[in-house]
């Protein structure tokens, strides 16, 4: 089974507007954490926003932010404003458990901020 | 804070020889790097978790004799891709986390562009 599922292969957004890329994960430990990431054509990866199994607010950095359910073990990310310049891959990881264990990463999902 | 260098950046080589791949990082020590490979449109599979001073632990269906790892010092991991073939052509990347702090998130290197002629 997959533990992070990303359904919207592709997205499209106006300029300014908000848009929200939908992840939903799958684990039986509870301690784990779940990341976003942007992907533009280069092929880099840039961290975008974290959330904790255990924290109690919804991660917020900028124009990012993590609406976290818990229960129904979703993740979605919200972008607000968006600017041209988010166009690009995005991804959905988790890490399971603590200390260094690898990122699992969902499908992504191709955004298309259309001025 | 937190820079891991990958390079090449690209390489493009032919079929049959060798291409090894560096990541460093730079203002950190790095006990642990991932090697991930990712082929065009799809997402970053896990090949292999590096460990400084240890065998490298490889995922199912990755062949260890063909994508070998080094982990010699704790800010350098090494992917050397053997034989390479054609369907090797890829991107790979690595990512060290810094410490082991939940919220420390994970550094990429820039990835690296492999084609196989």
């Known amino acids: 089974a997959q533990k992070i599922t990303q359904t919207q292969p592709g997205m499209f957004v106006q300029e300014k507007e908000a848009v929200t890329l939908d992840c939903t994960y799958d684990t039986s430990d509870p301690s784990y954490g779940l990341f976003w990431y942007k992907q533009p054509s280069s092929g880099e990866m840039i961290f975008l926003i974290y959330q904790g199994s255990y924290d109690q607010q919804n991660a917020t950095e900028g124009r990012y932010s993590l609406n976290f359910q818990k229960a129904r073990k979703s993740a979605n990310l919200v972008i607000s404003a968006s600017q041209l310049g988010d166009s690009a891959m995005y991804f959905c990881?988790?890490?399971?458990?603590?200390?260094?264990?690898?990122?699992?990463f969902g499908k992504g999902t191709r955004l298309s901020v259309i001025a | 804070g937190a820079v891991v260098s990958q390079h090449p950046s690209r390489v493009i080589c032919k079929s049959g020889t060798s291409v090894k791949i560096e990541c460093r990082s730079l203002d950190f020590q790095a006990t642990t790097m991932f090697w991930y490979r990712q082929f065009p449109k799809q997402s970053l599979m896990l090949m292999a978790t590096s460990n400084e001073g240890s065998k490298a632990t490889y995922e199912q269906g990755v062949e260890k004799d063909k994508f070998l790892i080094n982990h010699a010092s704790l800010t350098l991991s090494t992917l050397t891709v053997t034989s390479a073939h054609p369907e090797d052509s890829s991107f790979y990347i690595c990512?060290?986390?810094?410490?082991?702090?939940?919220?420390?998130?994970?550094?990429f290197g820039s990835g690296t562009r492999l084609t196989v002629v």
């Open positions: 990512s060290a986390r810094r410490g082991e702090v939940a919220n420390y998130g994970y550094t």
């Open positions: 990881a988790m890490r399971e458990g603590w200390g260094n264990t690898p990122l699992v």
